[in-house]
């Protein structure tokens, strides 16, 4: 048996009806967005439960350069061996990308104006802060693992990293570091 047809102007005015009452759409927006609410609602209640559990625990105490990394030379080695790597993966790319960045206004040389050659030099801007605040967090591990200290008892923070070396930002930018136990 045929199905009948919807005649042309049929579809047209119920496609009108749609746009230009939405009610069906606003319907369903609500209907999602109350879902997700109550989706949210219960994470973040989760996650105050979990807050008010681990500070409700007096007895935190954070752990020392012993206990949380060992005390055997060939791990730590390892870890530093490690992190190094890393630093110098964010740096190398970092400066890859720097370049290609001022690079890219030379390229397009039927266009270059202004607009472009700002956005070029912000762009490598934010890639260099971006690219130095990775390899500052991997120098300031690198300095942990090497005076063997880690938490703020230890004098092992961020603030003894700065004030013990002064040159700490010349180290950051340093491909080659050598370990020294």
């Known amino acids: 048996m045929d199905t009948p047809k919807r005649s042309y102007f049929r ?8 746009v230009f009452l939405p009610f069906a759409a606003i319907k369903k927006t609500g209907q999602l967005f109350r879902k997700d609410f109550r989706h949210l609602k219960g994470n973040l209640d ?5 807050s008010k559990e681990i ?4 007895n935190f105490k954070p ?8 005390t055997s030379e060939h791990v730590i080695r390892q870890h530093f061996e490690q992190i190094l790597q890393q630093k110098q ?4 790319l970092g400066s890859l990308l720097i370049f290609l960045e001022l690079l890219s206004p030379l390229l397009i040389l ?3 104006n202004t607009k472009v050659i700002f956005f070029s030099i912000c762009g490598a801007l934010l890639t260099a802060s971006l690219t130095f605040i990775a390899a ?3 120098q ?37 570091i050598k370990y020294k136990p």
Do not use: C, H, P
């Open 140 to 176: 300031l591990r690198l300095w942990q693992l090497r005076t063997r200290r880690l938490s703020i008892e230890e004098k092992g923070g961020f603030d003894s990293f700065v004030n013990e070396n002064r040159d700490w930002w010349l180290q950051t930018l340093n491909l080659k």
């Open 55 to 58: 500070t409700s625990k007096k």
């Open 110 to 112: 039927d266009s270059i």
């Open 63 to 70: 752990m020392s350069f012993a206990q949380a990394v060992g």
């Open 136 to 138: 500052m967090g991997k």
């Open 89 to 92: 993966m964010y740096l190398l």
């Open 11 to 18: 579809k047209i005015g119920n496609m009108a009806y749609r």
């Open 46 to 50: 989760y996650i105050g439960d979990t």
